[in-house]
């Protein structure tokens, strides 16, 4: 598996960097620009040209020169990451497919400059200031997700086990990991966040870890992300 991490500050402001933003947009493929185009504010637009930069790196095998079980997340900024995909020339103009939850896979007829053997599995999530994108060679889910004041007890009474509330009780912060493991579980396994609601997800470890690999360190501050991976 394979993180990517992009700050994409530098995007979400257009007036102070539109020229920033139209080299991103020049880098991205033809779906993600789509995407981004249908953005009307701005911050959300910069998460958009993130997603697509993000996911041009991954499919050119793109990393930091650390070796890829460690796990870290490969962290760019918005800038650096557009300066890197300018040196490939022309992007990579990328095919996609759904299943009946919607969740996206690259198409596998594409023929791409992968560095592993099969094209992997993706999973994009984007808050605040971030883009996360994992790849895989297994069914994968990423999610990120920025802490904000909102009314937790109100969220956690509805759709949190009883576990999960006593853990939210003592730290309102774990209210974000566990929201960030369910949207991760529920992406990796296919089914989307409603298949993970009445999951017990406040200890991720033991039976959780025997078919999935659990990831969440080096998390930006302010942030709480998690990433989901089958084992097989």
């Given at each position: 598996?394979?993180?990517?991490?992009?700050?994409?500050?530098?995007?979400?402001?257009?007036?102070?960097?539109?020229?920033?933003?139209?080299?991103?947009?020049?880098?991205?493929?033809?779906?993600?620009?789509?995407?981004?185009?249908?953005?009307?504010?701005?911050?959300?637009?910069?998460?958009?040209l993130g997603?697509?930069?993000?996911?041009?790196?991954?499919?050119?095998?793109y990393t930091?020169?650390?070796?890829?079980?460690?796990?870290?997340?490969?962290?760019?900024?918005?800038?650096?990451?557009?300066?890197?995909?300018?040196g490939y020339?022309?992007?990579?103009?990328?095919?996609?497919?759904?299943?009946?939850?919607?969740?996206?896979?690259?198409?596998?007829?594409?023929?791409?400059?992968?560095?592993?053997?099969?094209?992997?599995?993706?999973?994009?999530?984007?808050?605040?200031?971030?883009?996360?994108?994992?790849?895989?060679?297994?069914?994968?889910?990423?999610?990120?997700?920025?802490?904000?004041?909102?009314?937790?007890?109100?969220?956690?009474?509805?759709?949190?086990?009883?576990?999960?509330?006593?853990?939210?009780?003592?730290?309102?912060?774990?209210?974000?990991?566990?929201?960030?493991?369910?949207?991760?579980?529920?992406?990796?396994?296919?089914?989307?966040?409603?298949?993970?609601?009445?999951?017990?997800?406040?200890?991720?470890?033991?039976?959780?870890?025997?078919?999935?690999?659990?990831?969440?360190?080096?998390?930006?501050?302010?942030?709480?992300?998690?990433?989901?991976?089958?084992?097989?």
């Amino acid at each position: 598996m394979r993180l990517y991490l992009l700050d994409v500050k530098q995007l979400q402001n257009e007036e102070a960097d539109s020229e920033l933003c139209d080299r991103a947009r020049s880098l991205i493929d033809s779906h993600r620009r789509d995407k981004a185009d249908k953005c009307k504010i701005s911050s959300a637009r910069g998460l958009s040209l993130g997603a697509g930069l993000a996911l041009q790196l991954a499919v050119r095998g793109y990393t930091d020169g650390e070796a890829d079980e460690s796990r870290h997340p490969i962290e760019l900024t918005a800038g650096e990451a557009i300066e890197l995909l300018e040196g490939y020339g022309e992007p990579l103009n990328l095919s996609y497919l759904t299943n009946e939850n919607g969740k996206p896979y690259l198409d596998p007829d594409m023929v791409l400059p992968m560095v592993m053997d099969k094209i992997p599995f993706i999973s994009v999530s984007h808050s605040g200031s971030y883009v996360a994108l994992a790849v895989s060679e297994h069914e994968v889910g990423a999610d990120i997700q920025q802490k904000k004041l909102i009314n937790t007890e109100r969220i956690s009474g509805r759709f949190f086990t009883e576990s999960e509330n006593y853990l939210i009780s003592g730290d309102r912060d774990m209210f974000f990991t566990i929201w960030s493991r369910k949207e991760a579980w529920g992406k990796c396994e296919g089914g989307g966040l409603e298949s993970a609601i009445k999951m017990d997800l406040s200890d991720i470890s033991g039976k959780l870890s025997l078919d999935h690999i659990w990831y969440e360190a080096c998390v930006p501050e302010g942030y709480a992300l998690c990433v989901c991976e089958k084992k097989n």
